[in-house]
């Protein structure tokens, strides 16, 4: 069964790092991208970006370049998407998904990883 | 940036009504274009790729047409379980947009 399993909600200040996670299972982690997307409380989905496990690859939005950062660890099967300095506006749920490698769709999701950026 | 835009941002059915739902791209995205279900408080489900293929598991009253800028998600009858927001994607730019969504309340 294939799976992508994410890690806990976090609640964090403003300035603070963050890394969350995305493991994958029950597939060859390597033959598919890993995609990030962001949905902000009681709005719709936004593409982050997207990795290549099987060389760490990655692309952004033009919207997220610079603001954060998608790496992985195909060893481990995870993937990860790290702010070096949250802001009050980075609150959101953050989902990764697996992207099928011809039509480009997102064909499993995580469950989501809840962050809230608060003083 | 492709632009999508999905109409309407929302709407109000019955049960067994049909439901149909327009995504338009800013430019051609040939047959790029993937629809997926948000129920609330769930993570997004694909339910339509390339525009008119149906993922394994969906129920056949859901089915999606299109291409070039316009393309529609279709609900033959609906039922309880389809209440949730539906948005599109387009896949052949990065970044791979989504629409705004359409939520479907019953």
């Known amino acids: 069964e294939v799976q992508l399993v994410q890690s806990g909600a976090e609640v964090k200040k403003p300035g603070e790092s963050l890394t969350i996670s995305c493991q994958g299972s029950g597939y060859s982690f390597t033959s598919y991208y890993i995609t990030w997307v962001r949905q902000m409380p009681g709005k719709g989905l936004e593409w982050m970006g997207r990795i290549d496990p099987t060389d760490s690859h990655a692309s952004y939005s033009p919207s997220f370049q610079g603001h ?12 990860y998407l790290q702010w070096s300095s949250l802001k009050a506006s980075d609150t959101a749920m953050y989902y990764c998904a697996r992207r099928t490698a011809g039509v480009k769709s997102l064909d499993y999701w995580g469950q989501g990883t809840q962050v809230t950026v608060s003083s | ?5 999905q109409s309407p941002s ?3 059915a019955s049960i067994g009504d049909r439901v149909t739902i327009t995504c338009r791209a800013s430019q051609s995205i040939s047959r790029s274009l993937n629809w997926y279900q948000q129920r609330p408080g769930k993570a997004p489900r694909l339910l339509i790729y390339t525009a008119s293929s149906l993922e394994s598991g969906v129920p056949s009253r ?3 047409s299109g291409s070039g800028t ?3 998600l279709t609900i033959t009858s609906l039922q309880p379980e389809d209440c949730a927001t539906y948005y599109c994607q387009q896949s052949a730019r990065t ?5 705004q969504g359409t939520k479907v309340e019953i």
């Open chain 1, 68 to 79: 954060v950062t998608i790496s992985a660890d195909k060893s481990i099967n995870t993937a």
């Open chain 2, 1 to 5: 940036d492709i632009q999508m835009t």
């Open chain 2, 10 to 12: 929302s709407l109000s």
């Open chain 2, 62 to 64: 859901f089915s999606g």
């Open chain 2, 70 to 72: 316009e393309f529609t």
């Open chain 2, 95 to 99: 970044p791979q947009t989504f629409g």
